[in-house]
Each structure stands twice: as C-alpha cells, then as structure tokens.
C-alpha cells in the first residue's frame, strides 16, 4: 500500500496530504560521509510522558475504539516495519525474528510509555542502511568495476512482492541489481555512462546524509504515526518541527507550485493538483506524476529518490515569481520509466483564486442540435475573511454556481452538466449551500461523533434555484465535499451521476496541542441521507465510466486501517423516482455509444493498455531489450491512434516520430488559442480533449429525450440573495 508521509489540514472534510507552499530558501543538497562509527540515536527521557498522553489521547477521543491487547501489539509491529523499510531494501529476516520477541508485548510496553522497541529497530535499519549506502558509493566510484547491461536478469522492484533478504549476500545481490536498473533508466533517458555513475553517487550520498542526520525526535515521530496510523490513515502526530509548518500552511497563502505530495516507496508522487494554484494554471503536473528531480531556474537538477518528503518540499517551495524545474516520470508514461522536466512558475495559493467557470456544449442527437451548459467546480471554496467583514460580494462556490446558473439561463440551455472530477472538497457550509441550490427544503447530510451522536443540522432552507435536467460528474480524486454534495443528489433522485467511483473520504479530523506538538485525530463521521456513509466506498456512480486513475492504488479503501463503510438511519427526505426507472435504457444508450464512438473507444484502449503494461513488475536488466520496450509502447500507442483516426475518416500517421511531431504542433496550437466566455477554449474539440464530459453531455441528452417534456421551463426564479 502507498506509505503516506504526514501532511497539512485544509478544513475538517478535505484531503490530508502534504502541500507544497511556502519559501524556505535554496536546499541545494550536498553530498556527507557517514562518521567511521555511527553512535545509535537514543530516546529522550520527556518522550514517555509525551508517548502516554498521545496514548490516553487515542483512546479517549479517536471515533474508532481500540481494544488494547495482542492483536495490536501485531498489527503495531507490522505496521512499524512496513513504515521503516517499506521496500524491504535494508533488513533481514533475521532482523524480523529478533525484532518478534515485541509481537505480543508492544501493547503492553505502550500503557508504561515504553517507546525503546522503537528506537532499537531504527537504529538497526539506521546500521544497515548506511552500510548498504556506502557499499554503493564504494562500487560505483570504482572505475575497474564495469556493470554489465546485456544480461539476462530481471528484478522485481515492489517489497510487496518480495521476501525479507534472507543473507547479507541475497541483499548484495539485490542491491547490484538495483544499481543496474538505475543505470539503465538514466541512460535510457539520455545521461552519458560516466554521468548517470555520478548521479547515482549523489544520490546514495543524499540517502546517506538524511540517515546520519535523523534525530530521537524523527524516531519518536515514526514510531508514534506507527500506532496512530492503526486507528485510521488521517490519524498522525506532528512534532513541534513538523506543527511549525502545518501552522504555516493553514493559511493556503503562501509561495510554491500548489500540489499535494506523499512518499510512495523511494519516489515523491502528486496525490493532487490544488485548484488555483500554479500547477493547476499552467496546466503541467498532474495527478499521479512521480517527482524524482527538483532544479532552481536553470541550476542542475537536484535527484531527489529516496528522499525525505519535507526536504523534497524545502527544495519545491519558493518566492512568488521564481521558477522551480521539476524532472518527473509522467503517470502516462510510468509503465516505460520515461522523465520529462516541466518548469513552474511560483506564485500564491488560495484555493478561492480558481472559482467555479462554465462553457456551453452542444450536442446532436437524430438532427436537433441540444445545448448544455457545463459548470466545473474544482474545489468548495469559501472566503471567510471576506464573509466576516459582511463584503455583499465575497466568493464562494455557491455564490458563483449561482451566477453561472443566471448566466446559463440567458444562453437558454437545456440542461447542466456538474463536473465535480478532482474536486477534493472543501467547505462543508458551501457543500451544504450549493446542494440548495438544486433540491429544496431538507436534509444534506448526517454526522455521527465518537459518543455515537448523530447531527443532522446541515440542511437546505429554500426553494430550488434550478429544477431541470441535472447530471453530475465525479472521478476517483472526487473527495469529501464533493461526495457529500453528489451522495445528496443521488439520494433525492435529483440527478444522474456519472463517472467513476469516488475517493471515499467520509470522516472529518480535529487538530489538538499537546505538551509538546499536536495530535491530528479522526473524531466524527459522514452519512448520507440514505443512512450509507461516504467513508471507504465513496459515491457510486449510476452509469459508471472507466477511471483514469489506478482504483488498486487511489482511494480510501487503499489505505491501510481505513474506517469502514457503514450504515445508520435514514433521515426523512423527499425522494424522486423519475430518474432511477430509467437508468437501465441509458445506460444501454451509453454503452453502445462506447463501442461505436472513435474517441470513448480510444480513451478505452489506452486505458486497458496502460493497465496491461502496469501489471508487469518484472524488468529486465538488459538495456537493449528495454530500450525495445520503450519503442514498442510508443508503437502500440501509435497503432490505437491511428485506429481511432480512421474510424474518424481521418489519414493515418506514417510513423511515430510522424504522431509525435504533429501532437506537439497541435499542443502549441492550442496555447495560442483565445479563451471564451467562462474560460473555455474557443477552438477545443471537447468530443476528443474529453471525451468522458462529451458521453456525460450524450447521457443528459438521452435523459433529457427520456424524460423532460419539450415545453417546460428549466430555470425557474432565482433567489435575490446566496447564502
């Protein structure tokens, strides 16, 4: 499962991840040496009463009890491993089996606020890892020793898979292997042999000097987020260090790229881009892409795999204005190990600056030209310093929906498309004002706390601003809000939602000080009106697309410890039937247009491709036979282009390099294009940029044919006032 590192709050219903904001200066790493005998990091005699009361903390106040007995003290154990050495790359079995005399017993050295297990297992991973480290260094800078890339060995690189190392000499063998396959990607991303041989010595250098400069209170932390992290993902302790940056980015004001990052094994991966921010804007970093560079304007990439996440954060953070160069392994191109470098520009992050943006799409369905209108919201946003002060023109997503729907009404549309895809979430006010918008008079949705209390206060209070056909969007990195808002919907028979599977994100966290740092905590959780949870299943859609995103690897569910999906009571609410009856014919309507449309048909094949390539964690180390690998992947990619061109009529392409040359035309063609009303491109093809919200405005037709008499009036009396 993907280990994530500790990270930043933004409201009580939204992603815990880590974003990348503010400015801490040039972190141009440099190379250490480890000292000839490395003194063991002992544990501070402060942290036992600090170690109980994060422990009475968890057991008072988290929603999910824990009974405190053996079958955690297991659990803690293997969790602990799992977060020390996630990729099974330093210790040995026969570390496992000494470190089995605390399987049963880790529960009860807790209640005394015995952490010395803890500080006894780092330090033996600290040993062997700096002496793994430098037995690297060592080989590489050994001119005579010459790797051989034109063998016949293959490496499996996911610890999941693997066993502990059983001998030193199995993990000596590993570790060469390991060296050659970084050998082979640097080279097949054009470093000279003597160059990739330096950077690799940079890089055990960096991993070298994080592990000499680990501290008792790093040890500390790890192994408290170990215990904690058994009661639910979003649980965590921050050190006073760590509390001093989540106190600087509760403000979403400050510099940086405007990303969500976690640690997945050795590589800093985006969880999310952050709407509003930098990266979003320009549009070149996206979900899932994997860090593995950070260079400052045109200075040398900094390799950064196998590093801390703070510290890869120090490097990404900067004044507004700079540029920050990332070298990445873009998500679509994963499967091969392929690297591009993007170039961000830096500048302040709300998550207000992007609002809510509409475009007309039209649709032709047996000779009538149907026209949508489309509203993206990227996030539930809400200025709250604005609204404070009583500005009558403060922003917020509902006050903007609001407007667009005005805007939409003038345009005489037929229906609207919510595209709620990436929205991570947000405000749970404006979750509950937009859904206003668009049922009436009830109830939005159920909060249960720890004491088994359930509020049902979050309702709408006034009549719907907009009554006609309705479709809603959602994806995997759909969140929080967004589930809450879309579950809503769904329940009243209000809307048809499509898409894929959401996040699952259905608890809420409370941040508290202790003695010394503070204490995230799980402490209440989401239902929807139904009486489901949104918590570990999410929204599921009424006619499902594919998702773009890993289902194995994104999501709630994926998370180790995870709350599970549960039941209470519905609450009272007026349910619509209308739309549910004929879910089955659009559906049917929706799948034969798959098979049939040239551009859905293609994204489907890229999709299953990409799927196909992913499931094989076995590499060679022959670099001529991976070199062969990365040609066929664009010459398979190629094949379903020109596939999906001759179904459109259209000339097939001669070659790859022929594909490659006009798609980069074609992108400069496109950052010249003018924007329209509401931000859409005047000349986007939206049937093949999207053609998920193409089919989305195909089903709303269907639905719309279906169901919705032709003489009826779709935007009824606007309210004067949004809350």
Known sequence: ???????????????????????????????????????????QTEFTALYREIFDRLASRHYRGQDIDDELSKRYLTQYLDNLDPTKSYLLQSDIDEFMQWHTRLDDLAKRGDISPGYVMFNRLRSRAISQLTLNIAILEDENHEFDLATNETIVLDGDKRDWFSSPEQAQIFWHKRIKDAMIRLLLNDKQADKSRELLI????????????????????????????LYDPHTSYYSPRTSE??????????????AELRVEDEYTKVVRIIPGGPADLQDILKAED???????????????????????????????????????????????GSTTIVAITRDKVKLEEKSAQSKILEIEQEGKIYKLGVIEIPTFYMDFEAYRARDPEYKSTTRDVFNLLRELRAQRVDGIVLDLRNNGGGSLHEATALTDLFIGNGPVVQIKDSNQRVSRSQRATMPAVYDGPLLVMINRLSASASEIFAGALQDYGRALIVGS??????????????????????????????????????VIPDIEFPSTYDIEEVGESQHDNALPWDRIHAVPHNVSNHLKRHIGPLTDRHQQRSRDDPDYAHMLSQLKLNEEWAANDTLSLNIEKRRARTKLWDQELLVLENIRRM?????????VEVWKKSSADSDDSDDQSQKGVGGSELNENIA????????????????????????????????????
């Open 1 to 43: 499962m993907p280990r994530i590192i500790a990270a930043f709050l933004l409201t009580a219903i939204c992603f815990t991840s880590f974003f990348v904001l503010a400015d801490f200066g040039d972190k141009s790493a440099t190379p250490a040496t480890p000292n000839a005998q490395i003194v063991p990091i002992a544990k």
């Open 202 to 229: 940079k890089r055990y250098q960096n991993q070298l000097k994080q592990f000499t400069q680990r501290d008792s209170q790093d040890v500390f932390q790890l192994y408290v987020n170990a215990l904690a992290s």
């Open 245 to 258: 940056n989540f106190q600087i980015n509760m403000s979403l004001s400050l510099e940086g790229i405007g």
């Open 290 to 336: 994997k860090i593995v560079g950070v260079g400052q304007e045109q200075d040398e990439i900094v390799d950064v795999i196998g590093w801390r996440i703070d510290e890869v954060v120090d490097l990404i953070r900067g004044p507004k204005d700079s540029v920050v160069r990332l070298q990445i392994i873009p998500a679509k191109g994963e499967a091969i």
């Open 501 to 538: 599977q959401s996040f699952g994100k259905g608890t809420v966290q409370d941040v508290s000080g202790l003695s010394s740092g503070q204490l995230k905590l799980t402490v209440s959780k989401f239902y929807r009106v139904s009486g489901d949870s949104t918590q570990h299943r999410g």
């Open 647 to 655: 179904k459109k009529g259209l000339e097939a392409y001669e070659n």
């Open 688 to 723: 093949e940029s999207d053609p998920m919200l193409q089919e989305a405005g195909n089903i709303l037709v269907d639905q719309i044919a279906l169901i919705t008499p032709s003489n009826k009036s779709h935007i009824v009396q606007l309210k004067n006032k949004v809350r």
